[in-house]
């Protein structure tokens, strides 16, 4: 460059700027940093930090107002049988969905690393992808049509004869109820439908891994010794279930629509941080229940960390 | 030397990383209008040296000097120095034209200049008409030259060139050797090239720097560090040398200091070949023979302990044997001249 | 969290088939993913208005027309627009910055920058929603549009934060030394080159974003005051059915605003690994 382009240059207040930050990375660093730092650091994590705190006050019996003074007593109402009991029926319902999340996911998965052309491969993986990102609650609201009373369930049921099968089916104690659609059962169908691409996405990146050869080598899924499946693919794809399942347990733990939107009104971890926020005025406990998932899944991570499912995440 | 003359100067530069020394109290300067090669193995600290004149590094001690100026703290936007990267390096979003233009761009020439002067650069190089093309579009000897015009176009007094025919084949290679070279003398620019091979540095350059360690270990004309290494590394890492080590060198009669000495500097004779003035011999059994066409290569086991390579030029056998097989007995015989006295932890 | 997306790797099979169980249950996951949403369509032109009778008796296309006219629904429709487009705007500006910086150097704490940046995506949204609710709270702050935006920008950095950093990846250093080598000081840089680079991760980052905060509706119900987005209707309509038509239609409008941005990030982001499923 010439000497007067130099000149040129320096005259620039923006160009002096440039010259400036280039002569400080720190302070260019900085720069980048402080506003995603501010904002996450400071209203994100600030916030979180505040309703940790907020966990150790509790409510004064008489006045229900907040005592803002640090005290375990929130953790000892949080320890009492109904909310032991929300905490084993919600970690009992996530571990069910991720099983069967695991299920239908697997096959899927499968068969797009394994068979699917490119063209369809790409097609698939885009059909995973698209529930995966979109409308949550229009997807939810899709199963209060399906399985209503009137919906298309108990027509198929009807029309195949098996409506005795339906209704056995909601005789069931506990996990039956009116109809499909006031059911836990229900609540479950709903929770397998809304998280299972989160299960098929790390299976295939899984997947997607393991060597042609080795994959081509072992017996085909359908017609082989069960032996094959379970010694060469499972334990290579098990990594991406185990990483699936960290999304499907979390994000069951953590719901509180589905449960009020399809079901009965046994309470989950979710309902109840909702309840007890807003209608029961009792932020601390919310705050309490809301270390529940946060610990169960600090626990859930470090076996899943111990079994490689990081890799595959 | 005149300093107006001086295109770059090291003056006890280091680079630190970390505790790692990459460039080790270094000086040396560059001549304007010089070929100047820096060679040496990965690690060896040319590299960042290369980017300490680019600006891309800043000496962690001592002063470097661009033209007499001190620019050790000048960004890599304000030297008047270019690059041609390793990996081209061109931008992928942009037309081979708009490439080459972006010197021009930046410092907001016209429109109709900064095409006039791209076309002769795109001349220059010999890819005209290519302009349009985008750079996934050309083959690795043409993003090369596109690299070339681009850093040339600003007229720049250094050029330095980061491994530029790595990538490429061999023939590709040495048809760019040529060219290189023949630019660089129309021109005019000085010319830093970095570079592993040994060949292309010797070929090249007008004067090359021998790095090893983050130091220079030899500063001379390709000759000079040919034929006069002064270490050991220097003796080895270009070309094929023979080190005779000092206790050796005594046992034949050679002196007491260790030497070394070119393969093709050594006459192969039968064992009865006698003594005469000026020489030295050593006798030794053929442990290997190489055949390369042009040449052949002997590795011979002395008899007073260590090997040496012969090489013998295939050209014609006036008088001498055409070909010596292995095991046989030779006597080696060169001339006391053509031994070069290493000097054992020489530091420049 | 993030899933990468991955190319598509060597030729599909010649030689072998799938058996008929695995091709079965590959395409019962991929219609259970999917046939739902075709029965919100079905439904949305269905004459029946009082129940969720199947077949429809009838099919009309009158309540779009409803819906279209109905004044909650358009407020709805409007403020979600409005939370999304400028939540994108922030999560791109705070996204791209916070890779940058994780790209260019490595500093002391990089690695909890990463993990705070994914943090309001990893946790259930009901955290992030209470927490913010009671730091509101706590700060005597009132909902408003910029409470909800607060909610949805941060968890929309990621996304933003993920495409840009993988495309920042797969940029070569040496171009940007060859810009400011040619002459180029950090801005000019920047605008020429790393921008560029960028643009086509950021707008898939951004669609992304977008689509996401669209649709959003644990943390906006700890968010917003009585305003309601989009979804938030849907859910008021759920808990409280009133209007069915008109939330088959609404359900419909949800769908086809958040696909187009998907299906557009998808496309722009086809060729490389850049995260078009970076986890939410």
């Known amino acids: ?313 | 030397m005149d300093s107006s003359d001086v295109a770059v100067r090291f003056d006890g530069v280091s680079r630190l990383f970390g505790e790692v020394r990459a460039v080790d109290r270094v000086s040396f300067s560059v001549t304007d209008g010089e070929f100047f090669a820096m060679l040496g193995p990965s690690g060896s600290g040319k590299t960042t040296c290369l980017r300490l004149v680019a600006g891309f590094e800043h000496p962690t001690e001592g002063r470097i000097f661009l033209s007499g100026k001190d620019v050790s703290d000048v960004p890599p936007y304000e030297r008047n120095v270019n690059t041609v990267f390793q990996d081209y390096a061109l931008f992928p979003h942009m037309s081979v034209q708009e490439n080459v233009e972006y010197p021009l761009m930046i410092r907001k020439l016209p429109a109709a200049e900064r095409r006039r002067r791209a076309g002769e650069m795109l001349e220059l190089v010999r890819l005209p008409g290519f302009g349009a093309r985008k750079p996934a579009q050309l083959s690795g000897g043409q993003r090369q030259r596109v690299a070339l015009a681009r850093a040339l176009i600003g007229q720049p007094r250094v050029l330095l060139l980061d491994e530029p025919l790595g990538a490429l084949d061999l023939k590709l290679r040495e048809e760019m050797q040529v060219e290189l070279k023949a630019i660089q003398r129309q021109l005019g620019i000085t010319f830093i090239y970095v570079t592993h091979d040994q060949g292309e540095a010797l070929s090249m350059s007008d004067r090359v720097a021998v790095f090893n360690h983050g130091r220079v270990e030899q500063l001379g004309t390709p000759a000079e560090i040919y034929d006069h290494p002064r270490t050991a590394f220097v003796a080895g890492f270009v070309g094929i040398s023979n080190l005779l080590p000092a206790a050796v060198a005594e046992r034949i009669g050679a002196g007491s200091r260790s030497f070394s000495i070119r393969p093709e500097r050594i006459h192969m004779a039968a064992p009865t070949e006698p003594a005469a003035e000026g020489r030295c011999s050593a006798d030794g059994t053929i442990r290997s023979v190489l055949y390369y066409g042009a040449q052949t290569r002997y590795l011979v086991g002395l008899d007073a302990g260590s090997e040496l390579t012969v090489v013998t030029q295939n050209s014609d056998a006036s008088g001498l044997r055409a070909a010596w097989s292995a095991g046989e007995r030779v006597r080696l015989v060169w001339l006391r001249a053509s031994e070069r006295p290493i000097e054992e932890g020489v530091e420049t | 969290m993030p899933f990468e997306r991955r190319r598509h790797r060597g030729k599909p099979e010649g030689g072998t088939r799938p058996g008929l169980a695995l091709r079965l249950a590959a395409l019962g996951g991929i219609l259970f993913l999917h046939l739902p949403l075709l029965f919100i369509v079905l439904y949305a032109f269905s004459a029946e208005d009082k129940s969720f009778v199947f077949p429809p008796p009838a099919l009309t296309t009158r309540w779009f027309a409803v819906a279209l006219e109905r004044e909650d629904v358009r407020a709805a429709l409007l403020l979600s627009l409005q939370v999304a487009s400028v939540a994108t705007v922030l999560a791109l500006f705070l996204g791209t910055m916070a890779a940058a910086a994780v790209w260019r150097s490595s500093f002391f704490g990089r690695e909890a920058i990463s993990l705070l940046v994914i943090l309001p995506i990893a946790l259930p949204g009901i955290i992030t929603g209470i927490a913010l609710r009671s730091a509101l709270n706590l700060g005597g702050l009132p909902f408003s549009f910029w409470t909800i935006v607060i909610g949805h920008a941060t968890f929309c950095i990621v996304v933003v934060y993920n495409n840009a950093l993988a495309r920042l990846r797969r940029t070569s250093p040496s171009l940007i030394e060859a810009s400011m080598d040619l002459g180029a000081n950090g801005f000019q840089t920047f605008r020429h080159v790393i921008f560029p680079q960028l643009a086509t991760a950021l707008l898939a980052g951004g669609m992304l974003a977008f689509a996401l905060s669209f649709d959003e509706v644990i943390v906006t119900t700890f968010t917003a005051g009585q305003q309601a987005t989009l979804p938030i209707w849907m859910l008021n309509e759920l808990v409280r059915p009133r209007q069915r038509p008109v939330t088959n239609v609404v359900a419909v409008f949800v769908i086809a605003i958040t696909l187009v941005p998907i299906l557009l990030a998808f496309y722009l982001t086809r060729h490389g690994q850049d995260a078009a499923g970076s986890g939410r």
């Open chain 1, 1 to 313: 460059m010439s000497a007067a382009a130099w000149q040129a240059g320096r005259a620039d207040p923006i160009a002096r700027f440039a010259r400036y930050l280039h002569s400080r990375p720190r302070l260019m660093l900085a720069l980048l940093l402080t506003p995603p730092l501010l904002w996450l650091g400071v209203i994100y994590l600030g916030s979180l930090l505040a309703l940790l705190a907020q966990s150790f006050f509790y409510i004064d019996e008489f006045s229900g107002q907040v005592v803002r003074e640090l005290s375990l007593r929130t953790y000892a109402e949080l320890l009492t049988e109904p909310n032991l009991l929300v905490v084993a029926r919600t970690v009992a319902m996530a571990a069910a969905v991720t099983l069967a999340c695991a299920l239908i996911a697997f096959p899927v998965a499968y068969y797009i690393v394994r068979y699917a052309s490119v063209r369809l491969k790409a097609l698939m993986y885009l059909g995973v992808m698209v529930p995966l990102w979109s409308s949550y609650i229009v997807r939810v609201y899709s199963w209060k049509l399906i399985l209503a009373k009137e919906g298309v369930i108990t027509w198929l049921a009807e029309h195949l004869g098996a409506l005795w099968l339906l209704e056995a089916i909601l005789a069931v104690p506990v996990l039956g109820g009116p109809s499909l659609s006031f059911s836990m059962f229900g609540t479950f169908i709903v929770f397998v439908y809304i998280w299972v691409p989160f299960m098929i996405l790390p299976i295939v990146a899984a997947l997607e891994r393991v060597p042609r050869s080795l994959m081509e080598a072992s017996a085909d899924l359908g017609a082989a010794p069960i032996a094959t499946f379970r010694r060469v693919i499972l334990p290579l794809a098990f990594p991406g279930v185990v990483a699936g399942s960290i999304f499907t347990f979390s994000l069951t733990l953590g719901d509180y629509i589905i449960p009020k939107v399809i079901g009965t009104s046994h309470p989950y971890i979710g309902t109840v941080v909702y309840a007890q926020q807003g209608v029961a005025g009792n932020v601390p406990l919310a705050a309490a229940f809301t270390v529940v998932p946060m610990i169960v899944m600090a626990v859930y991570l470090t076996i899943a960390r111990r079994l490689g499912a990081f890799n595959a995440l």
